[in-house]
């Protein structure tokens, strides 16, 4: 790793292609917070990540009246791939919505699905600010991708519209589904050709109810879909957002990334 790369503190996510070479330029709120919350100046080193093409070395060529650019200099890290589970949510409030969204980005999640509940607490959703949230995360956490954020469903329709190679794990407070980590162990020790075939499955799906749990007509319905297992996440009756992490830090440790090397920093 380079010198500039090593002083490089700052991780930006744009929309554009990245090439050695090219210019890129920064939206209004970028410049604005390299300039006057960072209180950085042209010539210092950044490192840049688009989702697609890795991440890359790049050094701002100016920043003045909420406009600036950087120019790309080498790569950093090639484009990898970040496999992680859906999560399907409920919206829950403000702040603790917020904090949900951020460690579900920092977990490895793979996309974020809110749905709206029986007993959903609010069925509004503000995906600019969640999709800022997610980027926020994102350039945080170090991730090269970041998790595209749906626009809200109802849940039945979204059960009912589920392929079915996707795989469902709905926590269960009523305590009709065995433990999460015994679940994922077993799916993983199964071989092709079994019920849920973790080789062939394309995509699972964390589904967390609403702070008042999941209705009985959602729960029954659920259960009827082949493709749903009902997991258990311990006998306390868990906060929506800490049931997310929960399920997405057993998951990540039993089928995820967690195995692969941090990144490397000098």
């Known amino acids: 790793m380079t010198a500039d790369a090593t002083r490089a503190r700052q991780r930006l996510f744009v929309s554009d292609p990245i090439t050695p070479g090219c210019e890129i330029e920064l939206s209004s709120e970028q410049s604005h917070y390299l300039e006057h919350v960072m209180r950085l100046k042209p010539g210092t080193p950044v490192k840049i990540f688009n989702g697609l093409d890795g991440e890359w070395l790049a050094t701002i060529n100016e920043l003045r009246k909420k406009k600036g650019s950087v120019a790309v200099e080498s790569q950093l890290r090639a484009q990898g791939t970040e496999v992680g589970p859906t999560l399907v949510f409920a919206p829950i409030k403000k702040q603790r919505l917020d904090f949900l969204i951020e460690k579900a980005v920092e977990m490895g999640v793979g996309r974020l699905q809110p749905v709206i509940t029986q007993h959903g607490i609010t069925d509004k959703v503000r995906l600019d600010r969640l999709q800022a949230q997610v980027i926020e995360a994102a350039e945080q956490c170090e991730r090269l991708t970041v998790p595209e954020i749906f626009k809200p469903v109802r849940l039945l329709d979204w ?30 020790a199964k071989g092709a050709g079994s019920a849920i075939d973790n080789v062939n499955v394309i995509n699972h799906a964390l589904v967390i ?57 000098d």
């Open 159 to 188: 059960v009912a519209n589920c392929p079915e190679n996707h795989h469902l794990l709905f926590c269960d407070e009523t305590g009709s589904g065995s433990p999460i980590g015994e679940v994922l162990s077993q799916l993983l």
């Open 209 to 265: 109810g609403p702070e008042g749990g999941f209705s009985a007509d959602e729960l029954e319905r659920i259960r009827k879909q082949s493709f749903a297992t009902p997991v258990s996440l311990g006998p306390r009756i868990l906060r929506a957002e800490t049931a997310a992490i929960a399920a997405l830090t057993v998951f990540q440790d039993r089928l995820g990334d967690w195995s692969n090397q941090p990144v490397t920093r």
